[in-house]
């Protein structure tokens, strides 16, 4: 039966985000009667987030489809060994392969102007000393993280942000899901954040089916949430 079913949606946010910035996917999404789910992604580290996400797929009856934007797209590279995971769409996002870090897959290629722009922090450890975390410097967050977006939104998004865990860049993929799960890109052509040749070097190794949004930003499902939708859908019926 499960087989018959139309599969959950699991949206996976990035860092510097958080699951809000899916509403207009959401929408499109419960306007088609897809049954959705935005978690909250702990951007901790990839192991531990990996893990968390995993466990809200195994919990969810019937079969899904995990899609990740940014830094969740390592994570559903992972997490979706789960068993009931049939697909994973990747949303301007890290595609990478077993073994290999976020450092690792950006360093072949041109740094994005993200890394420049990147600003430290520290936050508390159980036991430990403090550890580092990391923000867009605010001022320089509209242009590259959602140059397409209005700026009255991007201002908000700007002192929104949820930092990611410094050490999460270098932590290295336990495991790649597309080697035996279908997989959907999404490449962001106008990206600041991520450079768009590691969406797309990502996606083609992945065999992923790809769409590429000319001029989009890293924020294209907030400022492109049809376009997105339309992919997972996609994803959606070719599984169901």
Request: proline share 7%; glycine share 8%.
């Amino acid at each position: 039966m499960a087989a018959e079913a139309t599969p959950t949606v699991v949206l996976v946010h990035g860092a510097f985000a958080d699951a809000a910035s899916w509403s207009g996917v959401i929408t499109e999404l419960q306007n088609h009667g897809v049954p959705v789910v935005a978690p909250p992604n702990p951007l901790r580290g990839l192991a531990s987030d990996s893990a968390y996400i995993a466990s809200v797929a195994a919990q969810i009856e019937g079969p899904v489809v995990l899609v990740g934007h940014s830094y969740g797209g390592a994570l559903i590279t992972v997490a979706g060994t789960t068993e009931n995971v049939v697909g994973l769409v990747y949303v301007a996002a890290y595609v990478l392969e077993e073994g290999e870090s976020l450092g690792e897959l950006q360093g072949r290629f041109p740094l994005s102007p993200l890394v420049s722009n990147l600003k430290e922090a520290t936050y508390p450890v159980a036991g430990a000393a403090p550890a580092t975390e990391v923000t867009i410097a605010p001022e320089a967050f509209p242009a590259i993280f959602a140059a397409d977006v209005p700026a009255a939104v991007t201002k908000v998004l700007a002192v929104a942000q949820r930092p990611l865990a410094a050490a999460a860049f270098e932590e290295k993929a336990t495991a790649a899901a597309w080697h035996t799960k279908p997989a959907w890109a999404l490449v962001a052509g106008g990206d600041q954040a991520i450079n768009p040749e590691v969406e797309r070097f990502g996606a083609e190794r992945a065999g992923a089916t790809v769409v590429e949004l000319d001029g989009a930003s890293h924020a294209v499902a907030v400022s492109r949430p049809k376009d997105v939708a339309d992919l997972i859908l996609g994803a959606v019926r070719a599984t169901g």
